[in-house]
């Protein structure tokens, strides 16, 4: 069974704060992805990653870094973190690339920036 | 752009009935689509996907859905809705080549008993 886990599972920041939300999969594939979720956006694409040491931008980067430590770890971090990014984030990985590739995601980090 | 509608924010139905949930997509070529179900509190859970070939798909727990290539459209069913299928289903889309899953806004499900 796949296995994506997230930490923390809810957060309260400060604006201006820093943040950095983890993710951790037990899957031994090669490509993650972060998401964020709003409310009337359905889940949209922060960064993503296909090897240790690099990342990806996705189609809403900006405000957002990435780092991938590992093929199992991969974080996303805030360094300023402002109130529009107040939402539930979602990490998944799959094994490869294509339109067959399953996505398998974590539960999620809610995320309230005050 | 490839892009996703689902045009039904909530549907209710009553425990026992049947259930279908809209979705339409726009992609040029070849799409892949799927169902995934968020449970409260939880990631989301891959219901099915389409693959070039038979239009109807068989997913888990009694779920399919319909290809049609003339309407755009993916859409979700279940013959007999159980309680426990309350949750927030979003359809999807990717192409042949790509890592971009492109997500609709989900539709909320909600089971009278």
């Known amino acids: 069974e796949a296995a994506v886990t997230q930490s923390p599972r809810s957060k309260v920041a400060v604006t201006g704060g820093k943040v950095t939300l983890s993710c951790h999969q037990t899957n031994n594939h090669d490509y993650m992805y972060w998401y964020r979720q709003d409310t009337g956006h359905g889940l949209r694409l922060i960064h993503y990653s296909y090897v240790a040491d690099s990342t990806e931008k996705g189609d809403i980067p900006d405000g957002y870094k990435a780092s991938r430590p590992s093929q199992e770890n991969f974080s996303l971090i805030l360094e300023l973190a402002s109130l529009s990014q107040t939402a539930v984030y979602f990490c998944?990985?799959?094994?490869?690339?294509?339109?067959?590739?399953?996505?398998?995601f974590g539960p999620g980090t809610r995320l309230t920036v005050l | 752009a490839q892009s996703v509608t689902q045009p039904d924010a909530r549907v209710t139905v009553s425990e026992g009935a049947s259930l279908q949930l809209r979705c339409k997509y726009s992609y040029f070529g070849t799409p892949y689509l799927f169902w995934y179900v968020q449970y409260p509190r939880q990631g989301l859970q891959l219901l099915l996907k389409?693959?070039?070939?038979?239009?109807v798909v068989q997913g888990v727990n009694g779920f399919e859905a319909e290809f049609s290539k003339s309407n755009s459209s993916f859409h979700l069913r279940k013959a007999s809705v159980h309680w426990s299928d309350w949750a927030v289903y979003f359809c999807a889309v990717k192409g042949n080549m790509g890592y971009k899953l492109t997500f609709g806004t989900g539709t909320s499900l909600l089971v009278d008993p």
């Open positions: 998944a990985s799959s094994d490869r690339l294509g339109g067959d590739a399953e996505q398998f």
């Open positions: 389409y693959y070039p070939g038979d239009p």
